[in-house]
């Protein structure tokens, strides 16, 4: 599974960014996707992800009400309401959506369970 992150770009605060992410190998239709970022000097952390068996979702605290995941061929994320703290790389991850949910622990905890990585995308949310 080849991944490639896209949508990207400078916008200002209160924007909207539509990022995707396409596989140019296996279809991703069997495989749970999730978006993570990595601000400057912290941590990459788990955005969004959504399972491809029955379409739940997670979101991180910090973007619930504000961020939207969704499937079809590509996996979409509409950001809205962007804030100077959400300027990062965005990577989106899949791993095989196996009984257990275990794509939910890589999302919330650990990312590095992820299988297949994208090259990022960078978002820069400033005025």
């Known amino acids: 599974v080849q991944l490639q992150a896209s949508g990207g770009g400078l916008v200002q605060p209160g924007g909207s960014l539509r990022l995707s992410c396409t596989s140019s190998?296996?279809?991703?239709?069997?495989?749970?996707v999730g978006w993570f970022r990595q601000a400057p000097g912290k941590e990459r952390e788990g955005v969004s992800c959504i399972s491809s068996r029955d379409g739940s979702t997670y979101y991180a605290d910090s973007v619930k009400g504000r961020f939207t995941i969704s499937r079809e061929e590509q996996v979409y994320l509409v950001m809205n309401s962007l804030k100077p703290e959400d300027t990062a790389v965005y990577y989106c991850?899949?791993?095989?959506?196996?009984?257990?949910?275990?794509?939910?622990?890589?999302?919330?905890?650990?990312?590095?369970?992820?299988?297949?990585w994208g090259k990022g995308t960078l978002v820069t949310v400033s005025s």
């Open positions: 991850a899949a791993t095989s959506d196996l009984p257990g949910n275990s794509w939910l622990v890589f999302c919330k905890e650990n990312s590095y369970g992820m299988d297949y």
């Open positions: 190998g296996r279809t991703l239709s069997y495989y749970a």
